[in-house]
């Protein structure tokens, strides 16, 4: 399934405030959440990657890596599912714990390391076939980047999923 990963901003200027939210992800949605927000790891392991993914850590779809995907819940509701990598040689190198986060938030590791590099932010519309369920039903905005360090590449996908719009809508701007 071929896949358009793009830098241009989308033309909604409500997508486009989370699509390209320069900060940690993690930390917006715990303030939107008054703090309700917790990280739910779906599946974790060495597990294949999309030819996408590989051309965008430069390495062949082979290459062992870690993925983790996650549900970023606010007030217990899944609001993005994440798809975060890294090859086993990179975390090998680097001692990065991705393979041991569990419920900790990505965010707040790579924010301990100042020396993390948050590549160009691209976007794309997430096919749906490679959502969880029950939202493999169709598709949703995404964005990714890259957090590079030395050697090693954090590809990091984040998919806003409907429930966020959802509550975005319900919660009006306090005057
Ligand atoms: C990179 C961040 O970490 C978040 C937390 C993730 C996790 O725990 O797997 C994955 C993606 C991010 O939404 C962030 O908060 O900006």
Avoid at 93 to 116: K, N
Avoid at 132 to 138: A, D, K, L, T, Y
Avoid at 151 to 160: A, D, G, I, K, M
Avoid at 163 to 168: D, G, I, R, S, Y
């Amino acid at each position: 399934m071929a896949i358009h990963w793009s830098q241009d901003p989308h033309p909604h200027p409500l997508l486009n405030d989370w699509l390209f939210e320069p900060g940690s992800l993690t930390a917006r949605l715990k303030q939107l959440s008054q703090q309700q927000f917790a990280v739910e790891p779906l599946a974790e392991g060495w597990l294949d990657i999309r030819d996408d993914e590989a051309q965008a850590l430069a390495v062949t779809p082979d290459t062992p890596t870690w993925v983790r995907e996650v549900f970023l819940r606010g007030h217990g509701t899944p609001w993005v599912f994440a798809r975060s990598l890294a090859t086993k040689a990179s975390l090998e190198s680097s001692g990065f714990p991705l393979d041991q986060l569990g419920t900790r938030p990505l965010g707040e590791v790579l924010s301990l390391h100042e020396a993390f590099v948050r590549g160009q932010m691209q976007i794309c519309s997430y096919p749906a076939a490679w959502l969880p369920e029950p939202f493999n039903q169709h598709n949703a905005w995404a964005r990714r980047s890259c957090f590079s360090k030395d050697s090693l590449q954090v590809l990091v996908c984040e998919v806003f999923l409907p429930p966020l719009w959802a509550f975005q809508k319900q919660t009006v701007p306090k005057a």
